[in-house]
C-alpha cells in the first residue's frame, strides 16, 4: 500500500485467470429531430452508430494509455449496441476477457467515448446535447464474483 498521498498500480499477479465480463450504458441526449437524422443516416460526416461503434472498441483497447492505473488487456471480445429513443440514443457495450482483472474500465470508456463520438457527428446541429448517466450495468469473474448494478439513486 502507497504512503499517504502516492499512487500505486494494484499488484495482480497471484490472482487466478478467470473470465472477466462488464456491460456499461452512457446516454446521449439530443433533439428528436437529430435522432431522426442518425436513423435516416443523413449526417454530414454519415453514419453516426457506425464510428461511434469503431472508437468504442478502439478506446476500450486502449483503456491503459488513458487511465495511469488501468492494466494493459487482452481483450477477448468487445461490442457495443444503440438503442434510439425519441430524444436520445442509449449505448450499451459489453467486454470480454480471461484475465487477472476486471474490464470495467474498459466497458465504461467505450461507451463514454462512442457518446464523444456520436457529440462530434451531431455538434454541427447545435450544442443542445447531454452525455450521460453512464454507468456500470454489470460485472462477473474474478473473486468477487457476479454483480448488477443497480441505480440506487435518482439520475
Same mark, same amino acid.
Given at each position: 500500500?502507497?504512503?499517504?498521498?502516492?499512487?500505486?498500480?494494484?499488484?495482480?499477479?497471484?490472482?487466478?485467470?478467470?473470465?472477466?465480463?462488464?456491460?456499461?450504458?452512457?446516454?446521449?441526449?439530443?433533439?428528436?429531430?437529430?435522432?431522426?437524422?442518425?436513423?435516416?443516416?443523413?449526417?454530414?460526416?454519415?453514419? !453516426? =452508430? *457506425? @464510428?461511434?461503434?469503431? +472508437? #468504442?472498441?478502439?478506446?476500450?483497447?486502449?483503456?491503459?494509455? $488513458?487511465?495511469?492505473?488501468?492494466?494493459?488487456?487482452?481483450?477477448?471480445?468487445?461490442?457495443?449496441?444503440?438503442?434510439?429513443?425519441?430524444?436520445?440514443?442509449?449505448?450499451?457495450?459489453?467486454?470480454?476477457?480471461?484475465?487477472?482483472?476486471?474490464?470495467?474500465?474498459? !466497458? =465504461? *470508456? @467505450?461507451?463514454?467515448? +462512442? #457518446?464523444?463520438?456520436?457529440?462530434?457527428?451531431?455538434?454541427? $446541429?447545435?450544442?443542445?446535447?447531454?452525455?450521460?448517466?453512464?454507468?456500470?450495468?454489470?460485472?462477473?469473474?474474478?473473486?468477487?464474483?457476479?454483480?448488477?448494478?443497480?441505480?440506487?439513486?435518482?439520475?
Amino acid at each position: 500500500m502507497p504512503d499517504a498521498g502516492q499512487i500505486a498500480q494494484v499488484d495482480i499477479a497471484d490472482k487466478n485467470i478467470t473470465l472477466r465480463r462488464a456491460k456499461a450504458f452512457a446516454q446521449v441526449k439530443t433533439k428528436p429531430q437529430v435522432i431522426r437524422l442518425i436513423r435516416r443516416n443523413r449526417l454530414i460526416k454519415g453514419n !453516426a =452508430l *457506425t @464510428a461511434a461503434k469503431i +472508437a #468504442g472498441i478502439m478506446a476500450a483497447k486502449r483503456v491503459d494509455a $488513458l487511465i495511469p492505473l488501468c492494466h494493459s488487456l487482452n481483450l477477448d471480445w468487445i461490442d457495443l449496441s444503440f438503442n434510439l429513443k425519441k430524444d436520445r440514443i442509449e449505448i450499451i457495450s459489453e467486454v470480454k476477457t480471461k484475465q487477472a482483472t476486471g474490464v470495467e474500465m474498459e !466497458a =465504461l *470508456t @467505450a461507451v463514454t467515448v +462512442a #457518446g464523444l463520438t456520436i457529440y462530434d457527428m451531431i455538434k454541427s $446541429l447545435g450544442h443542445d446535447i447531454v452525455i450521460g448517466p453512464i454507468y456500470l450495468m454489470e460485472k462477473s469473474g474474478g473473486a468477487s464474483g457476479h454483480h448488477r448494478f443497480y441505480r440506487s439513486f435518482k439520475l
